[in-house]
């Protein structure tokens, strides 16, 4: 059943988080993680349930750019604090390093995300995920 396969792919999205200050999303699938750009005014039941089914291609092809990380390219995944001067802002920061050595922050903006983060990034990157929150 093509519906189910889809649905084994993804592993969890998290709404709303930010990266390089732009409002974004992240998707989590069994092939890498997506940064994609945020739908202003989107109604969270259908923007989840777009992301939960959209193919790779349909998420990297966003005409305000989406980005990919491939599995095998992430060396490791940090959550963390955020600095104190963000701290009334965000929740977290989520450090993705990739097979280049760069480091990319993605900040996460309430609890639940956070916890989101916990329960689903070890399905993935098991003990290349670390938490620190």
């Not at 009334?88 to 760069?102: F, I, S």
């Not at 989101?116 to 399905?123: A, D, G």
Request: net charge positive; aromatic share 8%.
């Amino acid at each position: 059943d093509p519906e189910r396969m889809v649905q084994r792919r993804w592993l969890g999205s998290l709404v709303g988080v930010y990266y390089q200050g732009r409002r974004t999303d992240l998707v989590l699938r069994t092939d890498g993680l997506f940064v994609v750009p945020n739908v202003a005014g989107a109604v969270l039941a259908e923007r989840l349930k777009y992301l939960s089914a959209a193919e790779r291609d349909a998420l990297l092809s966003s005409p305000e750019g989406a980005l990919w990380w491939p599995c095998d390219q992430v060396l490791d995944v940090t959550l963390q604090r955020p600095p104190l001067l963000k701290k009334h802002k965000r929740t977290g920061v989520l450090e993705v390093r990739g097979a280049d050595n760069a480091v990319h922050a993605v900040e996460i903006v309430s609890e639940v995300q956070a916890t989101s983060v916990k329960n689903t990034f070890p399905l993935l990157f098991g003990n290349l995920f670390t938490a620190r929150i």
